[in-house]
């Protein structure tokens, strides 16, 4: 079983968790196409896919990718 982190850091820096509300980089695929929002669901360790997004206009579907693809925002 992978190993979990409890705080990763986003493309600005900032940290985030599991639970917290982050926002795509613009220069992803999804990101060019207006899907910008999501919620983090998970947290593992592994190299290309450690963080686990669950979006706002992909419901149901979950989007993973490294932690510098996604940055922290209020709200």
Do not use: I, Q, W
């Amino acid at each position: 079983m992978p190993k979990t982190y409890d705080t990763v850091y986003g493309y600005d820096g900032s940290g985030y968790t599991v639970g917290d509300r982050v926002e795509l980089h613009p220069a992803t695929d999804l990101g060019m196409r207006g899907v910008r929002y999501g919620t983090v669901t998970r947290l593992s360790l592994t190299p290309n896919d450690r963080v686990h997004v669950e979006l706002d206009k992909r419901p149901g579907r979950t989007f993973a990718g490294s932690a510098d693809t996604f940055r922290r925002v209020e709200g």
